[in-house]
């Protein structure tokens, strides 16, 4: 069940982007700082999220309301097809279908985002690195899109510096993989770029950059189509 809201889109104002599955903020913070007023959603109280944040069902949620937004970023948890969740034999809810099929019903331009484990589920992703935006982590996510919005594939620039092994300190000259028990929190918020969270939203985060680069190509498609303008 949702929490009571009320969702207005004001002429003139910021487009509103939804957060769906928000955690503590990675994308949120890429999209406001490109441009869009930020509303997250997720199941969880998410003390440590920076921008307006309701506690609800993500797809009960954009089936109700999510036509009422401009953009939607969806991170259905990753989990199900994390190689170390598989290891150690843990079962997750696999929602990429049910969140695509929720998207879809909302008529807006969307992108949804997962790990590389859940790539062969989604329609014809774009890869997105951290050497692409001079971040010291490779941290590859995957971005299937709709709605009408699309997104081109940025050049993958080669993995030149080693990285760390999963959980262990990380060595001068390499790059950490930031998941499951890693070490080096400080390390890890500023190489992200998310100095206001702590390790549990750290391993599970997109870094902003990765969410400033979609929301800037989702700015211009929704200023040349009328439907928002950017600050």
Not at 33 to 41: I, K, P
Not at 134 to 139: E, G, N, V, W
Not at 151 to 179: E, N
């Amino acid at each position: 069940m949702t929490q009571p809201t009320d969702i207005r889109r004001v002429r003139g104002a910021r487009p509103r982007l939804l957060d769906l599955y928000c955690k503590q903020g990675g994308a949120a913070k890429g999209y406001a700082d490109a441009g869009f007023d930020v509303t997250g959603v997720d199941k969880d109280p998410q003390p440590r999220y920076p921008y307006r944040f309701v506690q609800a069902d993500a797809i009960d949620f954009v089936l109700e309301h999510g036509a009422a937004f401009d953009f939607i970023h969806a991170s259905p948890p990753c989990q199900h097809d994390t190689e170390c969740q598989r290891l150690q034999g843990n079962a997750h809810p696999d929602l990429i279908a049910p969140t695509r099929a929720a998207l879809n019903s909302t008529g807006r331009p969307w992108v949804m985002e997962n790990v590389g484990g859940a790539a062969p589920k989604l329609h014809a992703p774009v890869m997105l690195c951290g050497p692409m935006f001079a971040l010291d982590t490779y941290r590859h996510r995957y971005f299937e899109t709709g709605g009408g919005f699309t997104l081109g594939q940025p050049v993958h620039p080669p993995h030149l510096v080693p990285q760390a092994k999963m959980g262990r300190p990380i060595p001068p000259g390499h790059y950490g993989q930031f998941v499951g028990n890693f070490s080096g929190v400080d390390l890890a918020r500023r190489v992200m770029g998310v100095p206001w969270m702590n390790r549990d939203g750290i391993r599970e985060c997109i870094p902003p950059a990765y969410a400033h680069h979609i929301g800037t190509a989702a700015l211009a498609v929704l200023v040349t189509d009328g439907l928002g303008v950017a600050a």
